[in-house]
């Protein structure tokens, strides 16, 4: 199995784009399965293959860490986070089963607040189902 593992990523077989996923208005991801211990993400896309911007993308990836965590002064963890900046929404989500970063476009999330968040949320469901697979 390892020897299979080996070659997969040598083959590039490990690797994928966001778009392959067929989930409308997603940037960038990332998904670990509390079970299997295991994390995937897509690779690096337009806009974030510049090294600028994927600096931004982790910084924030590491502010959604940070809050759902109680590691920014709060009382509890969260379950939910969600960052809405001028160029994309995010989102953080923690269950028992997984834990999901996800960045949107921002045009999936015009409108009202609630109903960006719920517009995530329904996006981030998809994910983990096809992240599962």
Known sequence: MLAALSAAVRGGATEYGVA???IPGVRHFVYKSRAHVQVTAPEYEEPYDDV???RRLV???Q???DNVHARSGQDQPLKLQYIRTERESVMGWVSEFFLMWCFFFAVIVTGSRSRSRSSCTCVCRTG???ARR
């Open 59 to 61: 910084t924030l990836y």
């Open 63 to 65: 502010i959604l860490h």
């Open 20 to 22: 392959e996923l067929g």
């Open 52 to 54: 600028n911007e994927r």
């Open 128 to 130: 983990c189902r096809k």
